[in-house]
């Protein structure tokens, strides 16, 4: 019996109880529903905190901080590491890293035309802005040779306010959720005024003038509060702010955690207290690329290993997808109940085949039907029921998959279009094609035992008893 032969008797079979034949692919339908359902929902619900994470900031970006190092009890390991050339270059070398940037970091108050505010303005090396994944929505980012410029993130013009608009909040006109979107073009080419004073000396100060020729992609990310500068004109800063400062130990001006300036900028810094010759000789954190998320995990392990205090978004992806992973695992489990409840129905539906046609197959037996001929019918048909399942059941699923994101769509947009699809139940190619192949599968194995049932059959009995 060739193979058309057995798919053309096992569909006969299949069709002459028809009702029967139905309930039981129905079951396999319900079961193969659950289990794509139930993983489609942890798989979208881990892909948009993936996506969420990376709008907030890149996957492959690690910070490196000076600060110490603290093992599982919380005790400081070895001394801080100091962030000067010498750093640059050691973690350079290490594999799978591509880009590393010293980084200077301030705080303070700025001015934009008639409008004032705080600006958190970071430095960094200016030819390398582009290989650190920054994208510019407007202008463009900064380049090697550039002075006196800045590239700002969608959101730095928020904390920019005007007098009229200063004396609005105050009498409640406006607040938090209730105030006008201001629009990050405004600060294109705008000259921003930086007053800094002199930590020695808070009656010494000066001005630093910036123009801004860029503005960042992602109005709510990471960067998007953030203005950035070439390095050199941190360290001009700096340089001014640290003028004729000693060690500062015993002051309080210096302290763990930060470096405090007593004037209108404030150094970011995590570390011990040290002289203004050592503190110029350090940034305030590195920026290092990797060469992709695989490596990212790695270099950090790395970087923790030499004594550097490291943080990237990937480590808190880690957990974010070992949480998925359980989830995926526990709605998945549900579904297979499901189907394994179908399976038992699949062998109850071919035991009953069985005794409706025990003369045809003594029948088949006597004109020399081979036993694999039995088997492989019995076999066939019960695959062909976990076949019409699967692929009603992913059809089912597609559906129902589409009807949860609409649902949920509309929830948080409260029926408003969204600028970003949102898709909690997401169904891969591989999840469909693992569905079927699944769902043929258990058909296959639930029809082992009425297949060797059928075999043992004697003809003799077969035909006798009917």
Do not use: C
């Not at 942890?42 to 910070?63: A, F, P, V």
């Not at 006008?180 to 002199?198: C, F, G, W, Y």
């Not at 998007?224 to 309080?252: C, H, N, T, V």
């Not at 763990?256 to 209108?264: E, S």
């Amino acid at each position: 019996m060739n193979k058309l032969d057995l798919l053309r008797l096992a569909r006969q079979n299949l069709w002459r109880r028809k009702m029967r034949t139905f309930l039981t692919v129905l079951g396999v339908l319900i079961g193969t529903t659950s289990i794509v359902v139930m993983l489609s929902l942890g798989i979208g619900l881990g892909e948009e905190q993936r996506k969420s994470m990376e709008q907030w900031g890149s996957l492959t970006m690690i910070e490196v901080n000076r600060g110490m190092v603290f093992d599982e009890k919380g005790e400081p390991v070895g001394e801080a590491k100091e962030l000067n050339d010498e750093a640059v270059e050691e973690i350079k070398e290490i594999p799978g890293v591509t880009v590393v940037s010293p980084a200077y970091n301030l705080h303070g108050e700025a001015r934009m035309g008639r409008k004032e505010g705080g600006l958190q303005l970071v430095g960094l090396a200016p030819e390398l802005m582009d290989q650190l994944e920054f994208k510019a929505s407007e202008g463009r980012l900064l380049q090697g040779g550039d002075r006196n410029v800045l590239v700002v993130g969608q959101r730095v013009i928020d904390n920019f306010w005007d007098e009229s608009e200063r004396r609005a909040m105050a009498r409640g006109m406006r607040g938090p959720g209730r105030r006008e979107e201001k629009d990050p073009s405004e600060m294109m080419e705008q000259r921003i005024a930086l007053t800094v004073h002199n930590n020695n000396n808070y009656e010494k100060k000066r001005k630093f003038n910036f123009t801004v020729v860029g503005i960042l992609e992602g109005e709510y990310g990471q960067h998007s509060w953030q203005a950035y500068a070439p390095l050199e004109d941190l360290q001009r800063i700096r340089k001014f702010m640290l003028e004729g400062a000693k060690s500062r130990s015993d002051d309080g001006n210096f302290s763990q955690g930060g470096v405090m300036t007593g004037g209108t900028v404030r150094v970011e810094r995590v570390g011990r207290s040290r002289s203004n010759s050592r503190d110029t000789d350090n940034y305030d954190y590195l920026l290092v690329r990797t060469a992709g998320i695989e490596h990212t995990s790695q270099v950090s392990e790395v970087l923790r290993d030499k004594g550097y205090n490291s943080w990237s978004m990937a480590d808190n992806l880690e957990g974010f997808e070992k949480t998925s992973r359980t989830i995926q695992a526990v709605l998945g489990g549900i579904g297979a109940i499901t189907l394994l409840v179908a399976a038992i129905g699949i062998t109850n539906t071919m035991i009953m085949s069985i005794y409706e046609r025990t003369k045809e197959i003594g029948v088949m037996k006597v004109i020399g039907a081979a036993f694999s001929d039995i088997y492989s019918l019995f076999l066939t048909e019960a695959g062909m029921i976990g076949f019409l399942g699967g692929v009603f059941g992913l059809g089912l699923s597609y559906g129902a998959s589409h009807l949860i994101n609409h649902l949920v769509r509309n929830y948080i947009s409260g029926g408003m279009p969204m600028e970003e699809v949102v898709n909690i139940s997401l169904i891969p190619p591989w999840l469909a094609l693992f569905a079927l192949v699944f769902s043929i599968l258990i058909g296959v194995v639930a029809g082992l035992y009425p297949a060797h049932r059928a075999v043992r059959l004697s003809p003799i009995k077969a035909i006798r008893n009917e």
